[in-house]
């Protein structure tokens, strides 16, 4: 074989051409993330097999395929199909923005924003980003009616503690699919992500408050969200929203299970074996969100006054949206699955030598490069940590993973702009000209991954093995 093509169907240039075809296929030609991640694994399949003179390893590459992406399916779409349920009943109920209300009577209006922050924030976990953005940026608009002033702040914080969230908290698709690949316990992920998530949130207030003081953005009109809407949400009593404790519980109580299940046998806090298996059963994420979703659906059934045979209709919609992230996380897992089988990683470390690349920069670095070229944060984070898992093999990142892990969710939110459809999201319920979120949001999302890439080379220098 040619020394060229040689080196085209060889490890090193099989993995650059399927991140050439994953950019390809969704930057250029807009084909649907799944479809594009599962020809990405098909085509790593075919080009080994003809690398290594094996044609009948292409379809034992194909069933390895399909069994991978399986595998990934099994293991996480229940989770996020219960994820979308907890969101949609807390967005129809009115939940979430009795969540917000109390946030700001708590606050007070002058604070305002650090509300819609911290809101942003908690309601980003279990509920999908751009349904966060929809659901909150009205409110950001009817708060601005009633303040005269702050729009931005409002806009920009409320989308950058999103991202920030989606980034890093389990059960976001992005941050659960690296936890499972890297093995970590999802308490121990909800912990960090919680944990690493404050200096970046501080970082989005204050980026916000800077471009805020620097630029007015006028009140805008926006399609489906007219004055006299706004004046309604503002006007509408709270004793047509469910109360604030039953709003909150669906989000902390599978957090507080997951959390829980983590801490049993560590250090002194130790439980009979009758109790630390209910714990480890309730703290199960699907056993715990499930437990959620079922408060979640109780409050809105409650609120709407409907009987529970009436309760599956309104889950249609948030089912639905599941199930096109539920497929981007299979053919992700085949992917993954594919490029571990590829050898990949074994010519990597071969080529490094004594050289130990380091992972954090890595995972950073090749998740903000997927970010930037084809703009899903979800498929930059799946790419991302299977070309990480499968150099580090068997020998370990040199680190705790949980730094890979919050290093590959930082790097899958750098450069936010027009190839990504959340960009679009921003400029049309934000308000926003395509010029004014470049120069904002675009800005601001760069400077916080970077700060959390800063944050977390930091950690794991001073703490390497937690």
């Given at each position: ?202 970082a989005v207030y204050l980026v916000a408050k800077f471009f805020d003081h620097r630029m007015t953005v006028p009140l805008r009109p926006v399609d489906g969200s007219d004055l006299e809407a706004l004046q309604a949400t503002l006007q509408a009593p709270d004793s047509t929203l469910p109360g604030f404790g039953v709003s909150i519980l ?153 730094y890979v892990y919050l290093a590959v969710g930082f790097g899958s939110k750098f450069l936010d702009w027009m190839n990504n459809s959340g960009f679009w999201v921003i400029c049309r319920w934000g308000g926003l000209t395509q010029g004014e979120t470049l120069r904002t949001w675009t800005i601001l999302v760069s400077a916080v991954s ?17």
């Open positions: 074989m040619p020394p060229l093509i040689d080196l085209l169907l060889g490890p090193i240039g099989v993995l650059l051409g399927s991140v050439v075809l994953i950019i390809l296929l969704v930057a250029i030609f807009r084909v649907p993330a799944f479809f594009a991640l599962f020809a990405a694994a098909l085509a790593v399949g075919l080009a080994t097999a003809i690398s290594r003179h094996e044609p009948d390893r292409f379809l034992s590459a194909i069933r390895g395929t399909m069994a991978a992406g399986g595998a990934a399916f099994a293991n996480l779409a229940f989770p996020i199909a219960v994820a979308a349920v907890i969101g949609a009943c807390l967005s129809e109920s009115g939940g979430a923005d009795r969540i917000v209300r109390q946030a700001i009577g708590v606050l007070g209006e002058k604070m305002a924003g650090v509300a819609f922050l911290l809101t942003a924030f908690v309601l980003s976990a279990p509920v999908f980003i751009d349904t966060v953005l929809m659901l909150l940026l009205p409110l950001a608009r009817a708060m601005r009616l009633r303040t005269g002033s702050h729009y931005l702040l409002y806009v920009l914080v409320i989308c950058g503690a999103a991202s920030v969230s989606n980034g890093l908290i389990p059960p976001a698709p992005g941050p659960l699919f690296v936890a499972s690949a890297l093995k970590l316990e999802l308490g121990k992920a909800l912990a960090a992500g919680a944990a690493f998530g404050v200096l970046p949130l501080i669906p989000i902390l109580l599978p957090l507080v299970l997951i959390g829980g299940s983590s801490l049993v046998g560590v250090g002194g806090f130790r439980l009979s074996p009758a109790l630390a298996a209910c714990a480890r059963f309730l703290g199960d994420k699907s056993v715990a969100l499930s437990i959620g979703a079922g408060v979640a659906i109780g409050v809105l059934a409650r609120q709407k006054r409907l009987g529970w045979r009436w309760v599956g209709p309104e889950l249609r919609r948030p089912l639905e949206a599941a199930g096109m992230i539920i497929l981007v996380i299979s053919s992700g897992g085949a992917y993954g699955g594919m490029i571990k089988a590829a050898g990949i990683g074994q010519v990597a470390r071969n080529l490094a030598g004594n050289h130990a690349p380091n992972f954090i920069l890595l995972g950073w670095a090749t998740a903000a490069l997927m970010r930037a070229a084809q703009g899903s944060a979800t498929v930059a984070s799946i790419t991302a940590i299977s070309i990480i898992v499968s150099i580090a093999g068997a020998a370990g990142f040199g680190v705790h993973p949980i970077l700060v959390g890439l800063a944050e977390v080379l930091t950690a794991s220098a001073l703490f390497p093995a937690l």
